[in-house]
């Protein structure tokens, strides 16, 4: 039987299904065999992929984890649902979820990629609130964002090198929610292929740029770049003096911006003055557990796990008075401490 050509631009069942069909066909799977292993019908996958059915979002995920796409198809179904998303952006996810390697410059806000759902919600819904993004579209594009993230965790994975200005450490979402974000900086810090530094405000004139971009490249090596106003995205590939351009100044803000480790230490200072700004009786935990460091002599504390970036710590015999706030590293320093005999044992 002659398979039907879809035109991926005909519509977005057929972008999605012109995408579900190159997925499944670089597994050498059969729509039975695909069927089979994410249980539903070979008929249903067939019109999926002639673009006659919208996707259904739970066959597209497990479709995601038997092909191995790192959450490619849930991304393309967000994106193509959207509304919300300006000019030029839904091209520049196209080659997003295939680049072999980024260079991201940002002002102002953390990067989408590495933005947790309480922050990148905060900004959504302060764009809505704005009349900038219809509110019932909020969800839509918070969705979009969060699917873009499975980038970061890709197979292989991109090199990812990311220069921020210090402007991007300013709180957002109140204070749990940035103490929750400057963490989510430190654990994708940690991965191998993800470099992140901090362009300092000390730079002032001699920043070369007042415009965020991203430079990627294709699985085939060519550069490309991306740029955004307020209106519309702008994907370049074929104007080389720009691309050049924009990767010199890369290059620059990469050789002026703190080292990767000052960057994280920058951070982890963020984190602490956070952690300063507020007493922890205005967070409200929901639940006190007894610490298994209590001892039997009358000296017992209890701890409420939960509130993103820091651990409220208090006196079980005395509820009402007053609370620490451990940050999660002055925690793990408690406890060895506490193992080693340093706070005594009567």
């Not at 415009?211 to 699985?219: E, H, I, N, V």
């Not at 509130?307 to 620490?324: A, C, E, H, M, T």
Request: hydrophobic content about 40%; overall charge neutral.
């Amino acid at each position: 039987m002659t398979e039907q050509v879809l035109d991926p631009t005909s519509s977005p069942n057929g972008v999605i299904g012109v995408q579900l069909r190159r997925f499944r066909k670089a597994r050498g799977l059969t729509q039975v065999e695909l069927g089979e292993l994410i249980n539903y019908s070979d008929s249903l996958i067939s019109l999926i992929e002639t673009g006659a059915r919208p996707a259904p979002l739970n066959l597209l995920r497990r479709a995601d984890r038997v092909l191995d796409t790192c959450g490619a198809l849930e991304l393309l179904y967000w994106s193509t649902k959207s509304s919300t998303l300006i000019g030029g952006f839904f091209a520049y996810i196209e080659h997003e979820t295939k680049a072999t390697a980024f260079k991201i410059y940002e002002l102002n806000v953390i990067p989408g990629l590495l933005q947790t759902r309480a922050y990148a919600s905060a900004l959504i819904n302060a764009a809505a609130q704005r009349g900038e993004i219809p509110e019932e579209k909020a969800v839509e594009r918070l969705n979009v964002r969060m699917a873009r993230q499975s980038v970061l965790y890709r197979e292989p994975a991109p090199a990812i090198h990311i220069v921020m200005d210090e402007s991007c450490l300013r709180p957002v979402g109140g204070p749990s929610v940035m103490a929750e974000q400057l963490g989510r900086l430190e654990r994708v810090a940690a991965l191998p292929h993800v470099m992140l530094q901090i362009a300092p405000c000390s730079l002032g004139e001699h920043v070369p740029t007042t415009m965020q971009f991203t430079l990627l490249t294709s699985p085939d090596e060519k550069w490309m770049a991306y740029l955004e106003t307020i209106q519309r995205g702008y994907l370049e590939r074929d104007d080389a003096e720009q691309i050049g351009s924009l990767a010199r100044t890369y290059d620059w803000l990469q050789a002026q911006a703190l080292s990767c480790a000052d960057s994280m230490s920058l951070i982890r200072t963020r984190l602490k003055e956070l952690h300063a700004m507020f007493p922890i009786t205005t967070v409200k935990p929901t639940s006190w557990l007894k610490s298994s460091y209590s001892n039997g002599g009358g000296q017992c504390i209890e701890v409420a796990p939960g509130i993103p970036g820091v651990l409220p710590v208090r006196d079980s015999k005395d509820p009402d008075g007053p609370q620490l706030a451990f940050g999660p590293e002055a925690w793990r320093s408690f406890i060895v401490g506490v193992k080693a005999g340093e706070f005594g044992t009567s």
